[in-house]
């Protein structure tokens, strides 16, 4: 259960018990890449699942279907590598700080079991013995590169030395008598017996960096693979060279990850030569060779064969089933955000609800809000950081961005190519649109209106200004400013005239929208406050909402117009009701280590949230 709800600084107020949220779905993000090292994408002993790292965060999917995941965020530092114990109970996981934590996998709440610091530096892969005892865990430490241990107490069973450099990939045979295998920087791979594990020999048959070594589920051998592009298969109890696959080289790049079959007669091998192969170990030939594109994004860190599934994992972040049938196109290919995502926005298209989030490096990506699939605009789009979004009347998205241009892309098509950009003279940081084809763009002292995508009018004010709204009805539009004012101006023909008039927010405001019928404006700023101004009235304050304990950094309107949500820096989003300030709904931790970024309303009880863990949640709120 959630801890007893913190009281807010301001009084009292009510908190709504959590019973009233729940999280509907989690659209997870991507894995985490980089270019030139290998991903280690971890199996599930009973096959349901798969896991990998983006960030502080382990993503648990299902397999069959990915559109259900969970995401574990008890990490305070980068997760390299994640594995499930041979049991199916527990996840050993690592992280750059040397921090090994073993967690439940049956509970929601991923109760922790263990932790342990088990050298100072990067932790690159574990492995555990198949009784689940005891785990090996090695990366770049200062004076060791490795070490195994009891997973309950944390007493060494052993020791992993042989090698003078960084340790990539390790194996255990999972199988008795126990034998563990390293690969490492140093070019080498390295044979112990155990346990307790003692180093045995070094295997210098590699002339690059050793990327990966795994022993067979049976046993029987264990291949090691490299930068070299070569693989080289040996016997898993001697560690005696049995064979080269390929001949003179397995695949024209070097070679980041391998995979066995369950029945351990294939390999899996995935390459920087843009490849996926699948090997026959028995004849040395290859069965399917899996060619996955041309450009750089194509290149292949990872992959996972589990049951009857093959996975791979694709610089792009992408996660492609391989189709051994078809060994040309992949069964599917699993897309996202790798990158935090900046914003949102949500619309209805053909009777479905689709959500599109922008991201840090420009990515935009559309959700089916039902049921997950997602895929990203075709062609050439952003080329820096999505700052806001918004859709026009039109049907058409309007995003802006660092790149300093606004693009109207049409949502039936969701092609770049061929539609409206209008380059800025000055980064935009924020976009909103009105009915007649109006759009104004907030840019670094600047404000810009445009009309039918084309620059009409510009104004310089003397405050900096942050965000813009512009009112249901299209004749107003407030700026939110810098200066702690919301100052409004009126659209004439093609020009924005200065009101003269602005409202006082608590601190600079940091965002701000109109309600759907246009009746109210709502305000947040830096000073942990929303304000809500009453249009009719003259924009008079209509009430004033306390319970952030950090700057507020977003707010959205639900459809009903009776209430609204708002994003902290505290981690927290409420859920206020105009007429009752008193009364919030809290969800707490929504994306637990990062702040929500963005929100937005698909209807009048699912809010969405996004956040710079690059994963997307639905929630229903009931009042």
Known sequence: MLPPSLRSSAGAAPEVPAAFVSAEKVFASLPQVERGVSKIIGGDPKGNNFLYTNGKCVILRNIDNPAIADIYTEHAHQVVVAKYAPSG?????????????????????????????????????????????????????????????????????GEITGHNKVINSVDIKQTRPYRLATGSDDNCAAFFEGP???????????SRF???????PDGNRFATASADGQIYIYD?????????????????GGIYAISWSPDSTHLLSASGDKTSKIWDVNVNSVVSTFTMGSTVLDQQL????????????????????????????PLRVIKGHSKSIQCLTVHKNGGKSYIYSGSHDGHINYWDSETGDNDSFAGKGHTNQVSRMTVDEAGQLVSCSMDDTVRYTNLT????SGQGVVKLDIQPKCVAVGPGGYTVVVCIGQIVLLKDQKKCFSIDPDYEPEVVAVHPGGDMVAVGGADGNVHLYSILGSTLKNEGKTLEAKGPVTDLAYSQDGAFLAVCDASKVVTVFSVADGYSENNVFYGHHAKIVCLAWSPDNEHFASGGMDMMVYVWTLSDPET????????????????????????????????????????
């Open 584 to 623: 919030r709904v809290k969800i707490q931790d929504a994306h637990r280590l990062h702040h929500v970024s963005s929100l937005a309303w698909l209807d009048e009880h699912t809010l969405v949230t996004t956040s710079h863990d690059a994963s997307v949640k639905e929630w229903t709120i009931t009042y």
């Open 413 to 416: 098509l969701r092609d770049y």
């Open 196 to 206: 307790p594990f003692k180093f045995k020999f070094t295997i210098g048959d590699h």
């Open 89 to 157: 109970f527990y996840i050993a996981s690592g992280d750059v700080s040397g921090k090994l934590r073993i967690w439940d996998t049956t509970q929601k709440e991923h109760l922790l079991k263990y932790e342990y610091q088990s050298f100072a530096g990067k932790i690159k892969d574990i492995a555990w013995t198949e009784d689940s005892k005891r785990i090996a865990v090695v990366g770049e430490g200062r004076e060791k590169f490795g070490a195994v241990f009891l997973w309950d107490s944390g007493s060494s069973v």
């Open 210 to 216: 050793v990327n990966c070594v795994r022993f067979s």
């Open 236 to 252: 898993g109890k001697t560690g005696e060279k049995v064979s080269t696959l390929g001949g003179s080289k397995a695949h024209d």
């Open 302 to 329: 990872g992959c996972l064969w589990q049951k009857d599934h093959l996975l791979s994992i694709s610089l792009s972040g992408y996660i492609n089933y391989l189709d051994k049938n078809n060994p040309s196109k």
